[in-house]
């Protein structure tokens, strides 16, 4: 049985993914790393928690020491590495952990998954011929769009917080270790997920907690920032085919072709929860504007033309069928 680790398993996309993976894959084992910041939760994890082909392990991906124990004692042949600081907000008012947990951790990992698979540059130990460095990036390295145009893979790097500086920082790195060393490494830099088990922090749990809580729902500056939406389960598949059949060395952009902005994000909500827990008021009665991010990027979209030709990726939902379920799925974390 193969083992694949999986580094912030317990986080939003991570545990979406080991369901995924643990479901699809029961001939492999699935090792979670995750150190359980306050953006992980092990309850994420209950529907696996119990499967034969699952184990987790409470670490933090820059204790090297950990890093090598855990690829000796599972026998570790790829990773699929999630863990991150993810909070553009968050980089903004404490930049160092992002560039600890993100470009430091990602190093820590990398070099140590290098050092057990292989004997020398090029040349791999026998049994690990095969093994693969997938790194799960963001389509923010690119820094921000005008009206017009898409990030392909080509795009050159301009990332503009201190959240997309340390992915784009730990990209680098990744990419430096197939050059150097031929390590069997692929990229996938996405768009914005949403789904169930996302963090309250982010945009769309907010708004959804805020308006059943009655409170005002805060949107950045006028709400005209666009973001390109991609359903969760979307982008899992797509990390399961660059996974299994993207090239070494290549990088993948994922996205939905769901440009929306926040005002039609916000108002969307406000419309299914009139619909599906009403009251007196419309929810968008409680829409309220509030001072702009520092340094907001104005637009995000991403071309998938790559994946979609050469792996045969696919997104099953558009962001309606998306929210929908979405919208369901909050309901009942905040009400019961
Ligand atoms: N959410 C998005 O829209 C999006 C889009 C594109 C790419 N990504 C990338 O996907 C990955 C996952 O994003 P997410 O939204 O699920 O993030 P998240 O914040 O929900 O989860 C991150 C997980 O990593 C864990 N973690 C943090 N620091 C760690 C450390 N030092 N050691 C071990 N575990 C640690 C946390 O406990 C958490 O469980 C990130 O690398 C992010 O950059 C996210």
Redesign the pocket.
């Known amino acids: 049985m193969n083992s694949i680790l999986v580094?912030?398993?317990?986080?939003?996309?991570?545990?979406?993914l080991v369901e995924y993976l643990v479901d699809k894959y029961p001939d492999y084992k699935i090792v979670v790393?995750?150190?359980?910041?306050?953006?992980?939760?092990v309850e994420?994890l209950d529907s696996v928690k119990n499967s034969k082909n699952f184990t987790f392990v409470n670490?933090?991906?820059?204790?090297r020491d950990l890093m090598e124990r855990v690829f000796q004692h599972y026998i570790v042949h790829g990773v699929i590495?999630?863990?991150?600081?993810?909070?553009v907000d968050n980089s903004i008012s404490g930049p160092g952990?992002f560039i600890?947990?993100?470009v430091k951790?990602t190093f820590t990992l990398i070099d140590v998954a290098y050092k057990y698979w292989m004997e020398k540059p090029f040349v791999f130990k026998s049994g690990f011929e095969n093994s693969r460095f997938l790194h799960?990036?963001?389509?923010?390295v690119y820094g921000t769009l005008g009206e017009t145009g898409l990030f392909t893979e080509t795009t050159p790097y301009a990332p503009n917080s201190p959240?997309s500086a340390s992915?784009a920082s730990s990209d680098l790195i990744v990419r430096s270790y197939f050059h150097t060393y031929g390590m069997n490494t692929v990229i996938?830099?996405?768009?914005?997920?949403?789904g169930p088990?996302?963090?309250d922090e982010?945009l769309i749990p907010t708004v959804i907690r805020k308006a059943l809580a009655g409170e005002a729902i805060p949107i950045y500056g006028d709400g005209k920032n666009i973001r390109d939406w991609?359903y969760?389960t979307d982008?899992c598949l797509g990390i399961d085919l660059a996974f299994h059949n993207g090239k070494g060395g290549e990088v993948y952009n994922?996205g939905g072709k769901n440009e929306r902005d926040n005002n039609y994000i916000a108002n969307k909500i406000c419309e299914l929860l009139d619909t599906l827990v009403p009251k007196e008021e419309s929810y968008k009665d409680q829409i309220t504007y509030v001072e702009d991010r520092a340094g907001h990027d104005y637009r995000y979209a991403i071309d998938a033309s790559k994946i979609e030709n050469e792996l045969g990726w696919q997104a099953a939902e558009n962001f309606e069928t998306g929210i929908l379920k979405t919208v369901e799925w909050y309901i009942k974390k905040y009400k019961g």
């Open positions: 580094t912030g398993g317990a986080g939003f996309i991570g545990s979406n790393v995750d150190s359980l910041t306050y953006a992980g939760d994420n670490g933090d991906i820059c204790d590495h999630l863990a991150a600081e993810s909070h952990i600890e947990t993100n951790g799960v990036s963001t389509d923010e959240y992915k996938t830099n996405c768009s914005n997920n949403y088990n996302q963090h982010k991609l969760v982008h994922i």
